[in-house]
């Protein structure tokens, strides 16, 4: 739904739109990349996790507009979480 990318057919109402229904029906995150981490881990029969960040509101752009050491602490909190469950999956609590 980037309106900045190289291919884009779309314009920025047909956008706003599509977000909109989504909105209405709960979407608050759309995660892209992560589909396909996800696929190839149960493929390979590997245990995995995937802990998402939302560092923008789509609906107010495409581009990350907050600061470097927020966006910082956003980059470390998935670390922080994830190395909670694996102490606490070992006992190392």
């Not at 029969?45 to 960040?53: H, L, P, Q, R």
């Not at 050491?69 to 609590?93: M, S």
């Amino acid at each position: 739904m980037r309106l900045d990318g190289f291919f884009c057919e779309y314009k920025s109402d047909d956008k706003f739109d599509f977000l909109k229904v989504l909105h209405e029906k709960g979407v608050r995150n759309i995660e892209m990349e992560s589909t396909c981490f996800a696929s190839m881990t149960y493929r390979a029969g590997v245990k995995a996790a995937i802990v998402c960040v939302t560092l923008l509101n789509r609906m107010k752009g495409d581009q990350v507009k907050i600061p470097h050491d927020q966006y910082i602490e956003f980059e470390e909190r998935p670390f922080r979480l994830v190395t909670a469950l694996i102490k606490k999956q070992l006992g190392l609590n």
